[in-house]
């Protein structure tokens, strides 16, 4: 069971570094796309070994704005452009680490099963600032550099 790991970084090399060492397995293949608006260097001198693939073409990543989808779908093309028949993709940030052992998440890719996460319940009665990231348009990553909302009084 081949599985590619899509990594979308943006800071804390050592700590990507620590990631893709814990992963790091003969059925691993690392896509690390580091943001375009950082030196990608500190991030490549800090991961040495593993089956690791550092992306040339980079995107200028805000958070939840349309080049973070640009950034996703360069790690899927990289990767499925890479010749070596994956079964999984896995899409993580570079800040993410796990909690299980890797066999425990080698037996669970391996297995039949979908995998979804959501981190928490969107209640769009309460004072949630996340509930704003879905319930306006962001346009984040305009040329202009504005976070313009529609639907929500105008521009912040």
């Avoid at 979308?8 to 990507?16: I, K, R, T, V, Y």
């Amino acid at each position: 069971m081949r599985t590619a790991f899509l990594i979308l970084a943006h800071s804390q090399p050592e700590h990507l570094a620590r990631l893709v060492r814990m992963l790091d397995t003969d059925w691993a293949t690392f896509f690390v796309h580091v943001d375009a608006k950082i030196d990608d260097r500190p991030f490549r001198a800090a991961v040495k070994g593993g089956n690791v693939v550092f992306l040339q073409r980079r995107h200028k990543v805000n958070w939840g704005g349309f080049n973070m989808i640009k950034a996703t779908l360069s790690l899927l093309h990289t990767a499925r452009g890479s010749g070596v028949p994956f079964s999984r993709y896995c899409l993580m940030s570079g800040s993410d680490f796990p909690i299980k052992p890797v066999s425990r998440i080698m037996a669970e890719l391996s297995s039949d099963r979908q995998f979804m996460r959501v981190d928490r319940k969107l209640n769009f009665a309460d004072n949630n600032p996340f509930c704003d990231k879905v319930r306006y348009y962001w346009f984040c990553d305009s040329s202009l550099g504005l976070l313009n909302r529609l639907g929500g009084g105008g521009a912040d």
